[in-house]
C-alpha cells in the first residue's frame, strides 16, 4: 500500500534551518508529481511546492520562494523540502503528497503522509 512518511521536523529559530523528509513507497515515486502542503494553527492546507516526476521543474507558493527548495532523490523514492530563512509565519505541520494521476499535474491528492511539525520560535 501507498505510504508517506515525514520527518526532519522540529523547533528551530528565526532565521534558521530545517530539511523536511518524505519517505515514499508502495507506488511508483518516479512516475508522479510530488508536493509539499502545509497546515498552519487554526488555518485550512496551503500548497507551499511541487515537484515534476524527474525532478526538472519546481514550484513554490510566493512567500516561500527564494527560502525552500524541493527536490527529490527517485532512487531512493524520497522528497526533500530544504527550508531556509524560517519566519514564525512557517510555523505548521508540513505534509508530503502524492498526485493522484500518474505523470501529470492534476493537482489533487490522493495519499498524504501523517505530518511533521515545524515551530519557528525565539
Known amino acids: 500500500q501507498v505510504q508517506l512518511v515525514e520527518s526532519g521536523g522540529g523547533l528551530v529559530q528565526p532565521g534558521g534551518p530545517l530539511r523536511l523528509s518524505c519517505a515514499a513507497s508502495?507506488?511508483?515515486?518516479?512516475?508522479?508529481?510530488m508536493y509539499w502542503v502545509r497546515q498552519a494553527p487554526g488555518k485550512g492546507l496551503e500548497w507551499v511546492s511541487s515537484?515534476?516526476?524527474?525532478?526538472?521543474?519546481?514550484y513554490y507558493l510566493d512567500s516561500v520562494k527564494g527560502r525552500f527548495t524541493i527536490s527529490r532523490d527517485n532512487a531512493k523514492n524520497t522528497l526533500y523540502l530544504q527550508m531556509n530563512s524560517l519566519k514564525s509565519e512557517d510555523t505548521a505541520v508540513y505534509y508530503c503528497a502524492k498526485d493522484q494521476v500518474v505523470a501529470v499535474q492534476s493537482d489533487e491528492y490522493d495519499y498524504w503522509g501523517q505530518g511533521t511539525q515545524v515551530t519557528v520560535s525565539s
Open positions: 508502495g507506488f511508483t515515486f518516479s512516475t508522479y508529481w
Open positions: 515537484i515534476t516526476p524527474d525532478g526538472g521543474g519546481t
